[in-house]
């Protein structure tokens, strides 16, 4: 079945993508000559005047508003028909007809109609190409409008007001005509007089900018929000029947679990992938979930989602064996991101020169009063983890939880009870803070049976030093008595780079990319993961990204910035949208019964 499923696929190919590129390119065309024609009086008496007055828009004595006007909807419209946005296939055929009897009743023009039926055919002739549904909304594109398009109304507003000077009477300061745009938005009178009738058009044009700016504002702030992903009871329940079974593969499986995220199956349902959509980009974390035989439907129906809204797909950190299934059924591109470091319980010691370092600082820490427990979530008792979830997120030093691809986002929730804590203490009541002896923590999700993954690393601030270095020794010396047979730590953005680059005969290039991934560092910490991964020996796992185009190697970094919680784009606290309530959880069995029997 996988033949003549890849075959059809093929046969199908992909749609064309030339039409509503043209289409969008000439909007951007038209739009310019349009804010061009509204603004400079010596355009509109240029040999361009022949072609700009007879595109839609140009109409009667009200030219320089009406330009401005669809000038501004026209580039607002052009990235909506690029991305095949139905509702701006159909905000465009619903526009050129009226621009069409404008340019006939007005100025009895026939080009003037013949133009915009011309593209309102095309438009007709290609509908099945606009077929991409409406993106995720929210508050955050009204307030987002709002700065673009003010910011973008009173530069174009200093432009027209000092764009007549030989109308313009006296010589007004940039105060002044600053304060004469910012009056001419909201339909006033500004301080600035010009002969004949310019003043009108100037005021038109002001006018014209004010009202597109609360028009655009007031639609996004006020049009039907769309709900962000969100991981139901079912999707969880017939995820985590896949991690039962293949689990055991991707360390990163568990992370798919986060309820932020929205999933897709294969039709077999036997694979899946979750993602989250970020800026327009549809990001997927870690490999598919369930049988790898599974995975090209598990794909197909992500592209086929990412296509249906003209989302950019991508996937962050998908193993070696992931990224060769991406690129083969999508025809996508992969780029190595950095490396996994994986900790074989069976070959880590504490002897030996390489582990110096480590093990002196661990005796060290051990000297000063510390000690370690390691513990599986399910073997804690409801009050103790209610201290160490509310420890964890008050020695958060962000606002934000951080983490996408190699976080779960949560703590000692029910359904978790695998997973495993290592938290370490010191029992002097000198040292006893707000959450008594607790000074750090480790939380580790399942990987497989015999396997965990390093999800978050907290600790107290007035801590000593090396409580992370500490904690990690504790979980691995008890790794053997809880079954556990290897032990993911954290991933190294372009470790091979970094390890390379300071290597002798290293060349100038790679030396270069070293020197700025360790200027980078004072932000992101790529070079402190790295050399705190390697002082436990793993072994490295390459990670990659796979993506459609270099092209959008910079959008895809800034979602996943935003989506890894780098970059904050959240609303002010008092404008954002309440989460919905997390699904309560039930600590013990008794208090799941008691709970399934309400």
Request: charged share 25%; proline share 6%.
């Amino acid at each position: 079945m996988g033949v003549p499923g890849r075959m059809m696929r093929v046969l199908r190919g992909p749609r064309p993508e030339a039409v509503p590129t043209l289409i969008a390119r000439a909007c951007i065309l038209v739009g310019l000559l349009d804010v061009c024609a509204g603004v400079f009086p010596r355009f509109r008496h240029s040999r361009m005047h022949t072609l700009a007055e007879v595109l839609p828009g140009m109409l009667g004595p009200f030219a320089a508003a009406l330009a401005l006007s669809s000038g501004v909807l026209l580039l607002l419209l052009a990235h909506g028909l690029r991305r095949r946005k139905r509702r701006a296939w159909r905000a465009a055929v619903v526009l050129l007809p009226f621009g069409a009897c404008a340019q006939f009743a007005y100025r009895h023009s026939l080009v003037g109609v013949v133009i915009p039926l011309v593209l309102l055919w095309l438009l007709a002739k290609h509908r099945e190409q606009f077929d991409a549904l409406p993106d995720p909304r929210s508050r955050w594109r009204a307030l987002a409008n709002f700065v673009v398009m003010g910011a973008g109304s009173i530069l174009i507003g200093l432009t027209i007001v000092s764009a007549h000077p030989h109308r313009l009477q006296g010589d007004p300061s940039l105060a002044d005509r600053l304060q004469h745009v910012l009056y001419g938005l909201f339909g006033i009178d500004g301080p600035l007089e010009y002969a004949g009738r310019t003043s009108y058009t100037v005021a038109f044009s002001l006018g014209a900018l004010g009202m597109l700016t609360t028009l655009t504002t007031v639609y996004f702030a006020f049009r039907p929000e769309h709900p962000a992903a969100r991981l139901t009871e079912d999707d969880e329940t017939r995820l985590r029947a896949l991690l039962a079974q293949h689990g055991a593969r991707d360390s990163l499986g568990h992370f798919a679990l986060r309820r932020d995220k929205g999933v897709v199956f294969s039709p077999s349902g036997k694979a899946a992938v979750c993602y989250r959509v970020v800026s327009g980009v549809m990001l997927a974390g870690g490999d598919p979930i369930g049988d790898v035989e599974a995975w090209p439907g598990a794909i197909e129906r992500f592209m086929d989602e990412a296509r249906a809204h003209s989302w950019t797909p991508a996937v962050m950190g998908c193993s070696e064996t992931g990224g060769e299934v991406w690129t083969r059924e999508t025809g996508l591109d992969a780029l190595e991101l950095g490396d996994e470091a994986v900790v074989d319980v069976a070959d880590f010691s504490l002897t030996g020169r390489a582990m110096r370092n480590v093990r002196q600082m661990v005796k060290r820490i051990e000297r000063l009063g510390y000690e370690t427990r390691v513990r599986r979530v399910r073997d804690l008792a409801p009050a103790e983890l209610d201290r160490i979830r509310r420890a964890a997120d008050d020695w958060r030093g962000t606002d934000t939880e951080r983490g996408f691809s190699m976080a779960l986002g949560r703590i000692g929730d029910a359904a978790d009870g695998e997973c495993l804590i290592a938290t370490a203490h010191k029992s002097e009541a000198s040292e006893a803070g707000p959450y008594g002896d607790l000074k750090a923590v480790l939380h580790f999700v399942p990987w497989g049976g015999t396997g965990v993954s390093l999800d978050l690393m907290r600790r107290d601030r007035s801590a000593d030093p090396g409580m992370n270095e500490l904690l990690i020794v504790a979980a691995l010396q008890a790794a053997p008595q809880l079954g556990i047979e290897r032990v993911s730590l954290n991933f190294a953005m372009f470790r091979s780079a970094l390890a390379r680059g300071e290597k002798i005969g290293a060349g100038p290039v790679l030396r270069a990319w070293r020197g700025l991934l360790v200027f980078l560092s004072r932000w992101f910490q790529i070079e402190s993961l790295y050399r705190f991964n390697a002082k436990f020996r793993p072994r490295w796992e390459p990670r990659f990204v796979v993506y459609r185009s270099s092209k959008d190697l910079p959008r895809i970094g800034w979602a996943a910035l935003q989506a890894e919680g780098f970059v904050n784009m959240r609303m002010p606290g008092v404008l954002r949208r309440r989460a919905p309530e997390p699904r309560p959880c039930a600590h013990t069995h008794q208090e799941r019964e008691e709970a399934h029997a309400a």
